[in-house]
């Protein structure tokens, strides 16, 4: 990489971070004092804007680098992940955005808590959705350190740890002084550069191989070294049975998982009504459709253009495919439209990762403040000091993200993803689902699905071949690597509805008919909504 081609993409990084910074500034000028201003923007977003802030918040750097990576490398069985997160929003939009906007007020632990004993409920919710929050803030910050040592030229973890410990910073700055409307701004602002960024490779992409997507098949296919098996399913994820498992696992927890997500949960709270609610998601599916697939057509393209030996000579998780795309497309390293085109796409992906992780550090915060310090602090918290509390959770949170970011920095962002989304899917979905629509559900199996899916996800994980047993683990000398899954889903979700089943059936508390019911009312007609 030229010094003109560092400089450039530096420069645009830094516009954009002024913006952001500035369209931050310009909010906390506002009244921040109100939680329902915090955590919610003053629920005045229409269904289009709030639209656009779902796509940002789930088009992450996991989808814009890690997918066309993981296609990039492994062809059809990369597809899996553009399949899941595109077909997770139509779980979304049946079964919980209007349910969701209608019950509760700020977070998770709302919509559970309406019928249940507040402070049990609240501590495992609020738990659990800061847990999601933490692993899927990982994948975030392992894009950042990738990407920016692409930019500088550098494989060194000097330039990766900078880069993670910057955008933590960056986070923990617009979440505690412009909160939602700061937030939701910066990830309308981010959806349009990503689409616009993406559209224009995928055009470029098509114009290489004349529109013929068929050439562009086989042609990365040649380049793969597999060959025709480069286009079936089992590359990645066939062979032995473990390996067929761990495809199903992570479907399951990818179409699922998105559903029990705090940081989208919280975006329904945004607007001010269920029906615009459901409106922002019919807008937000469009967007998200779109993208993922053009993120098909820039993994191929990365390796018919590319090829994934280039690619993973740069980065072994395919995290850089899209940037080295860009560079090639726009005429090699030594071009000004390669430069141009390289530092436009990192800028855009930068911008992703920022404006994502300012959502997660929200929805996490609010877990920690309006769930946790507001139910353990019952008596002293008001609205005042919960914003207060949560700005400090900010801090704590990012400081966690970027702990775990450094460890985890030379995993695929799409792959640490998948893991979040098994635990969102493990412990928040359940507990969702049975408070919706299970007449009986009680405190107890309230608090028992929530930490019979959680603790079993974690522990899985800590005893899978992610951590520890192989040369790419997180810990590659130990080896305790004791169930065979990489992805826990397949074992850990129905662990979660199991122990919700079990704690509702084990205990003696009568289940509030007249709650259940109000809540019902509530969840399908928005009477009595905030």
């Not at 937030?183 to 004349?210: D, E, P, Y």
């Not at 998200?288 to 740069?314: H, Q």
Request: with cysteine; proline share 3%; hydrophobic share 55%.
């Amino acid at each position: 990489m030229t010094d003109d081609h560092q400089t450039l993409a530096l420069l645009l990084f830094s516009a954009f971070i002024a913006l952001t910074l500035g369209i931050t500034t310009w909010v906390s000028r506002r009244k921040q004092g109100s939680a329902e201003e915090f955590y919610a923007g003053g629920r005045l977003f229409s269904p289009m804007e709030n639209g656009f802030a779902i796509a940002g918040d789930y088009m992450s750097a996991a989808s814009f680098l890690g997918i066309s990576g993981l296609i990039a490398l492994f062809g059809y069985d990369g597809l899996l992940y553009s399949v899941g997160f595109l077909v997770a929003w139509l779980v979304v939009l049946l079964l919980v955005a209007e349910l969701v906007r209608n019950c509760g007020r700020f977070t998770l632990a709302d919509v559970v808590a309406a019928r249940m004993s507040e402070r049990p409920v609240r501590i495992a919710a609020g738990t659990s959705s800061v847990t999601v929050s933490v692993l899927y803030l990982v994948a975030q910050m392992v894009g950042a350190g990738s990407l920016v040592a692409l930019l500088l030229g550098s494989t060194g973890a000097a330039a990766q740890v900078w880069a993670v410990i910057g955008v933590g910073a960056l986070m923990v700055i617009y979440v505690s002084l412009g909160g939602m409307r700061a937030t939701t701004w910066i990830q309308i602002v981010k959806a349009v550069l990503l689409l616009g960024g993406t559209v224009t490779l995928t055009v470029l992409v098509l114009v290489r191989f004349h529109g013929d997507f068929d050439q562009l098949l086989r042609t990365a296919a040649d380049r793969s070294g597999h060959g025709a098996a480069f286009l079936a399913p089992g590359l990645k994820y066939g062979g032995d049975w473990t390996a067929r498992f761990d495809f199903m696992s992570l479907g399951l927890a990818l179409v699922l998982g998105t559903a029990g997500l705090p940081h989208i949960l919280s975006r329904f709270y945004t607007v001010p009504t269920a029906r615009a609610a459901r409106r922002s998601v019919v807008w937000s599916i469009g967007l998200i459709g779109g993208f993922y697939l053009m993120t098909i057509v820039l993994g191929f393209g990365a390796a018919a253009i590319v090829g994934p030996d280039a690619v993973r000579d740069s980065n072994a998780a395919g995290n850089t495919a899209v940037p080295l795309l860009a560079l090639d497309l726009g005429g090699g390293a030594d071009s000004t439209g390669g430069t141009v085109l390289f530092a436009v796409v990192a800028a855009v992906a930068f911008a992703t990762i920022l404006a994502v992780v300012a959502g997660i550090t929200l929805a996490s915060s609010a877990s920690v403040a309006h769930d946790l310090y507001a139910t353990l602090r019952r008596k002293g918290s008001t609205p005042r000091s919960e914003v207060a509390v949560a700005r400090i959770a900010a801090v704590g949170v990012g400081v966690v993200a970027i702990a775990l970011g450094l460890l985890a920095r030379d995993l695929n962002v799409a792959f640490l993803v998948g893991l979040a989304f098994a635990v969102a899917a493990s412990a928040n979905l359940p507990v969702l689902l049975y408070s919706l629509f299970w007449r009986r559900f009680t405190t107890r199996g309230a608090v028992w699905s929530v930490y019979g899916g959680l603790i079993p996800a974690l522990l899985l994980v800590v005893l899978s071949p992610v951590v520890s047993g192989t040369p790419a683990s997180l810990v590659p000398g130990a080896d305790f690597d004791v169930f065979p899954l990489q992805n826990p889903g397949l074992v850990s979700i129905p662990l979660g509805f199991l122990a919700g089943w079990l704690g509702t059936v084990t205990s003696t508390e009568v289940p509030d008919e007249a709650r259940h019911a109000e809540t019902e009312v509530r969840s399908l007609t928005g009477a009595g909504a905030v």
